[in-house]
């Protein structure tokens, strides 16, 4: 059974940092396009970042609202993808939520709350 697990969110104030953890069971997150998206109350889930499989060659991708501020990056060994989160906006707040992708077989977890107070 996969199961991909968020970890990490909270309430931080503005130009604060916070570290979002996305453990995986069930699969090898190397084998993955792993990312990390968002939503909030009444709009669309977005895309924040994403690393693509390491035989993809683990490119980085990360949404125009985010670059230099956030990383996205994996540790193969412990099987979790994380995200850095530096100098939050209030703009930031929302459940952030992590996805594995295979062949658009895509797993989601159940997202953890950021809180980015002004």
């Known amino acids: 059974q996969v199961q991909v697990v968020e970890s990490g969110g909270g309430l931080v104030q503005a130009g604060g940092s916070l570290r979002l953890d996305c453990a995986a069971s069930g699969i090898t997150v190397s084998f993955y396009t792993m990312g990390w998206y968002r939503q909030t109350p009444g709009k669309q889930r977005e895309l924040v970042a994403t690393i693509s499989s390491v035989g993809s060659g683990g490119s980085t991708n990360y949404a125009d609202s985010v670059k230099g501020r956030f990383t996205i990056s994996r540790d193969n060994a412990k099987n979790t993808v994380y995200l850095q989160m530096n100098s939050l906006k209030p703009e930031d707040t929302a459940v952030y939520y992590c996805?594995?992708?295979?062949?658009?077989?895509?797993?989601w977890g159940q997202g953890t709350q950021v809180t980015v107070s002004s």
């Open positions: 996805s594995a992708n295979k062949f658009n077989r895509v797993y």
